[in-house]
Each structure stands twice: as structure tokens, then as C-alpha cells.
């Protein structure tokens, strides 16, 4: 079936890095926009970072800027998001989507972060 599945998520102290990865499968992945979002308890869903289907133009919200990298790898049918320098809100669970034509086609189940000491 087709789906996208995030992994890479975990613990890590303030200051630290994390690299989430998210796998598409039964689907062509290549012809899609990809975003991360992440959703922390009691907030709403935000976009944290968006990359057109050939990786040419990325984009992220303010709080990442400088921080967060979103690549991608077509030929893995994969999606990534480099995350360093994390602080403590930053914790949240973290979905990949994919989407076509602006319209949100695919959704991951999430992966857990979380930032503390």
C-alpha cells in the first residue's frame, strides 16, 4: 500500500542533532513537494520546513532558519530533515507529507522528538 514512514526520531539533549528520514513507497515520491510539520502536545500542527520535488528550492519557517536542513534523495524515494542545534522546543512528534499541485496527497504516522537534559 502506499505510504510514507518517518524514522530517526529519539531523545537527544539540548544542543544536539537529529537526522529524521521518511521512506515513500508504492508511489512515485519524485513528482512530489515534501514537508515536514511537527505538532507539540496542546499546539497545532505547524509546517517546519517544504522541498519541491527536484530539491531545487527549500523553504522553513522562521524558528528553524539556520538550524534545520530538508534534502531529499529521488533515487531513494526518501526525504530527510537535519536537525542540529535542537532546544527543548523543538519537542514534538514530527510528519512527513507529500503533496501535489499544493494539495497535501500523503501523510506519514510521525516519529517522536524530544529535546531535554
Known amino acids: 500500500q502506499v505510504q510514507l514512514v518517518e524514522s530517526g526520531g529519539g531523545l537527544v539533549q539540548p544542543g544536539g542533532s537529529l537526522r529524521l528520514s521518511c521512506a515513500a513507497s508504492r508511489f512515485t515520491f519524485s513528482i512530489y513537494t515534501g514537508s515536514w510539520y511537527r505538532q507539540a502536545p496542546g499546539k497545532e500542527r505547524e509546517l517546519v520546513a517544504t522541498i519541491t520535488s527536484t530539491g531545487s528550492t527549500t523553504n522553513y519557517t522562521d524558528s528553524v532558519k539556520g538550524r534545520f536542513t530538508i534534502s531529499r534523495d529521488n533515487a531513494k524515494n526518501t526525504m530527510y530533515l537535519q536537525m542540529n542545534k535542537l532546544k527543548p522546543e523543538d519537542t514534538a512528534v514530527y510528519y512527513c507529507?507529500?503533496?501535489?499541485?499544493?494539495?497535501?496527497?500523503?501523510w506519514g504516522q510521525g516519529t517522536q522528538v524530544s529535546v531535554s537534559s
Open positions: 507529507n507529500a503533496a501535489l499541485l499544493s494539495k497535501i496527497v500523503y
